[in-house]
């Protein structure tokens, strides 16, 4: 069970931060991921972060804007938002991986949170 919150209206250049936090027990023993599906679009992954924090991969369009980060102790996943532009407008999930260091493209997945919506006016 997680809860993504932190999306809302922001204008292009401008900044927000994603907040994920699970309930699940298993959440220091792996990697989780953030994705995204923009209206029209398949749901793609957006960054993923591995259970140590040491390990991080971004998607290209992403890359140098975006930061994801993680606190084990509160259980809670993080994406930093930074020069935002009207293509990053989604609905955002967070979800686990299946290893230690890496996440699974989403039709991996059956499950889902509500996810968080982030509209960027340009």
């Known amino acids: 069970h997680v809860i993504e919150s932190g999306g809302g209206l922001v204008q292009a250049g401008g900044s927000l931060r994603l907040s994920c936090t699970a309930s699940e027990g298993t959440f220091n023993e792996l990697a989780w991921g953030w994705y995204r599906q923009a209206p029209g679009k398949e749901r793609e992954v957006v960054a993923s972060i591995s259970w140590n924090g040491t390990i991080t991969h971004y998607a290209e369009t992403v890359k140098g804007r975006f930061t994801i980060s993680r606190d084990n102790e509160k259980h809670t996943l993080y994406l930093q938002l930074n020069d935002m532009k009207s293509d990053d407008t989604a609905v955002y999930y967070c979800?686990?991986?299946?290893?230690?260091?890496?996440?699974?493209?989403?039709?991996?997945?059956?499950?889902w949170g509500q996810g968080t919506q982030v509209t960027v006016s340009s």
């Open positions: 979800n686990r991986g299946f290893t230690r260091t890496s996440v699974p493209p989403p039709n991996r997945f059956s499950w």
